[in-house]
């Protein structure tokens, strides 16, 4: 029996044990009692709306400014036990394998890498893991956007490094937000040496923490008088399928390729670049996981494309990059979006199949080179005159189902705080957890972003239930041993729509993984689980993400909040 077959029986033990008992293993309580829980908004909602809240009253002049900075958050490898013999070559740290043990203390103390199986250890750095930081402002109102290349934030790190913000930076709000890279360091603890160790390095998230102010201070240092171009086109070939991009493996099969590009230049320097946000959906896995360099994955070529430009080659044209910091936001990746069955087009004109660097340069130099060319297309951009800026946020308490998200909280492999549960009754039906969370809202100019905090499945976003969406591919393989009902799929408006509804707002974006990280954000209605072994096991079909979910309650809980902010008036 292999070490990931022990570890699953093990967690299984131990979910046995933890849903049979009361007791606390080491989570933080906090017991609000069941019948004080209401799952959702959490009043008041919104907390904070910009313009009109104190502090953030107005839009005085009406110019809107904007500073960038990018900062490098890679974990010192040296500083590590990165010394490692990989003597079976399954990438994979096996206990017979030897290592440098720095420390002396008998533990191999490795980076591990997130995404993947358990005890993946980095061993060097392929490209830079970064922060990439946002400030805009505009009268009163001074917003901030981090996106980080982790695997995931949770909203406790959020917290921790808003309270180590300081005043005179004058930000009323900062939004995080993760890029996704499957080759970036576990920082949410499910990939440590086993399923039951942590993989979360505490020291190397006060570093980021650090960092992250660090960042945000030099980007108010920056702020300057910036015009704002947008641009939107989409990931597909001349057939108009998404093959060459990115695919999806769960049924229904629905994604979304847009590709939208804001650019801010200074107004002071037509030409000269101040940041760049560039918005697409799909899992960052394109390297693979037989891999032990941390690296950005996709997101690192898209942004080197953008900044820096492209060459002609046989896969396209040349393209000059726009310079700048080049801030890449994630979409609704949900299901499996992502690289799968893909054949991004290499500079040489031959299709890249097999998982690696090369995949993962070959599309992400492509989706950039496609941003660039549709900011130069006049049918497909646009120069927004005296764009303004309004933002709003609310807090979320969200039930925990997941039995599995009970053990790991339970026995310290996540870091996060539990409400509303007795810890002297079993968890279970009428003692079940919750987690605070967040959802927020922006509006800049034309294009408005609503946060979701985790991987919301595309179709929450879209609809496209009638196969719209699905670019060639039928939305239901016809193998599938139980297919999903779409006739019990809800009607729209979606969240796009709504979107697309509001005065002005003509490139509507969803920000995954922001403002939290909590799994997949499954449709309730095709939310299904084993029945024997509820979380621990799929249920026939493509149900993977039922396992990587908080529950079924989170569709509503998450989505019908998100639903408020964008819809709301004064």
Not at 94 to 122: C, H, K, L, M
Not at 215 to 228: I, N, T, Y
Not at 411 to 432: A, C, L
Request: hydrophobic content about 40%.
């Amino acid at each position: 029996m292999d070490r990931c077959a022990l570890d699953s029986i093990c967690f299984a033990l131990i979910v046995t044990a933890s849903v049979a008992c009361g007791g606390d293993a080491g989570s933080e309580v906090n017991d609000a009692g069941p019948d004080a829980i209401v799952g959702g908004a959490q009043p008041p909602f919104p907390r904070l709306v910009c313009p009109r809240d104190p502090g953030c009253e107005t839009l005085g002049d009406g110019v809107l400014r904007a500073g960038a900075a990018r900062i490098d958050i890679t974990p010192d490898l040296a500083a590590s036990e990165s010394g490692w013999q990989d003597l079976n070559g399954n990438h994979v740290f096996d206990p017979d394998e030897p290592f440098v043990d720095a420390d002396g203390d008998g533990n191999f103390d490795a980076v591990w890498i997130a995404g993947s199986q358990n005890a993946r250890p980095a061993i060097g750095v392929h490209d830079p893991v970064w922060a990439r930081v946002l400030v805009i402002e505009q009268g009163d109102v001074r917003v901030g956007l981090v996106t980080y290349d982790l695997i995931g934030w949770f909203a406790t790190e959020m917290d921790r490094t808003r309270a180590e913000i300081g005043a005179e930076l004058g930000l009323d709000h900062v939004i995080f937000a993760s890029t996704h890279s499957h080759q970036s360091p576990d920082t949410m603890g499910l990939w440590g040496e086993t399923s039951l160790e942590s993989g979360i390095d505490r020291a190397y998230h006060q570093r980021i923490r650090q960092l992250t102010v660090a960042g945000l201070r030099q980007a108010v240092g920056r702020l300057e008088p910036v015009k704002m171009r947008v641009a939107a086109t989409r990931t597909v070939d001349g057939m108009g399928r998404t093959r060459p991009y990115l695919g999806d493996i769960r049924d229904p099969i629905i994604v979304d390729p847009t590709l939208t590009v804001v650019q801010l230049t200074a107004a002071a320097e037509p030409g000269r670049t101040v940041a760049s946000l560039v918005h697409w959906s799909s899992h960052p896995e394109y390297v693979g996981f037989d891999n032990n360099l941390l690296s950005s994955d996709v997101v690192h070529y898209i942004r080197d494309t953008v900044e820096n430009g492209a060459p002609a080659t046989a896969a396209g044209g040349a393209a000059a990059g726009l310079g700048g910091v080049a801030i890449y936001l994630q979409g609704a990746l949900g299901g499996q979006v992502g690289p799968n069955g893909i054949r991004p087009i290499a500079a040489d004109g031959s299709e890249v199949e097999d998982e690696g660097f090369a995949r993962a340069e070959a599309a992400g130099v492509n989706v950039g080179r496609l941003a660039l060319e549709a900011l130069g297309r006049p049918s497909d951009s646009e120069d927004v005159e005296a764009p303004k800026i309004a933002f709003r946020t609310g807090d979320l308490l969200l039930r925990v189902e997941n039995t599995i998200y009970h053990v790991g909280a339970l026995v310290g492999v996540f870091d996060r705080t539990f409400v509303g549960v007795d810890p002297e009754r079993p968890i279970g039906e009428g003692n079940m957890p919750y987690v605070a969370s967040r959802v927020s809202y922006l509006e800049l100019g034309p294009t408005a972003i609503i946060t979701a905090p985790g991987e919301l499945h595309p179709e929450l976003f879209v609809g496209g239930y009638d196969g719209a969406w699905s670019f060639g591919v039928p939305i239901v393989d016809p193998g599938n041993e139980n297919p999903p009902e779409l006739a019990r799929a809800p009607a729209g408006p979606y969240l796009r729509d709504l979107m697309l509804a509001r005065p002005g707002v003509r490139y509507p974006l969803v920000l995954g993984l922001a403002e939290d990280t909590l799994g997949y954000i499954v449709p309730r209605w095709n939310f299904e689980i084993a029945p024997g072994a509820p979380y621990l096991e799929e249920a026939p079909g493509d149900h993977y993400e039922e396992t990587r979910s908080i529950g079924p309650t989170c569709e509503a809980e998450v989505v019908g909040p998100m639903v408020e902010l964008i819809t709301w008036a004064p």
